[in-house]
């Protein structure tokens, strides 16, 4: 996937502070992110260690960052499929 193309470009304008407004709103989201803090909070009543608590925080952000990237990939191949699909159905119009 070329990386400074349209794609990258309609991603950018889809995420951020537009992509935010939406999950706001998304009741899914809403539940998820409740039940992460009620994780956390539960994480910080058991008093790790200064060493103990940046060796989860390093776990919890390289999962956080594994699960961005994988997230934006899967993101640019679906708007690829949509376009493809697009594309194609134009062309059985164009045929018809």
Known sequence: MEK???LEIIAAHRTGDVLDAVLAK????????AEQQEVFDRLDELGFTKEQES???QAIMANNHFGAVYG????RFG???GIRV???M??????T
């Open 79 to 81: 708007m690829e499929d």
């Open 4 to 6: 400074n193309g349209l």
């Open 26 to 33: 998304d009741k899914d989201y809403q539940e998820a992110l």
């Open 86 to 88: 697009r594309m194609e």
């Open 55 to 57: 060796e989860i925080d």
């Open 90 to 95: 134009e062309e059985i119009m164009r045929m």
């Open 72 to 75: 934006a990939v899967a993101y």
